[in-house]
């Protein structure tokens, strides 16, 4: 898999967990430990794909 698709991958992933995320926060049976989790997830996708990018405008 090439970087750009690696890159666009994550960044579907990241996107996907977004939008979990938001319609956990709006309803109001879901636990809190679970939007821990997905805000966790979430900041995770960003530093990979930040991380991924860092790497390739410095080589």
């Known amino acids: ?3 750009a698709n690696h890159l ?11 939008r979990q ?3 956990a926060m ?6 809190d ?5 997905l805000k966790r997830r979430k900041l995770a996708l960003k530093d ?3 991380k991924l990018r860092t790497e390739h405008t410095t080589h």
């Open 26 to 31: 709006n309803h109001p049976s879901v636990d």
């Open 33 to 37: 430990l679970e939007i821990v989790s």
């Open 8 to 18: 666009e991958e994550l960044q579907r992933k990241h996107g996907d967990i977004e």
């Open 1 to 3: 898999m090439s970087l």
């Open 21 to 23: 995320l938001d319609q």
């Open 48 to 50: 990979e794909i930040e």
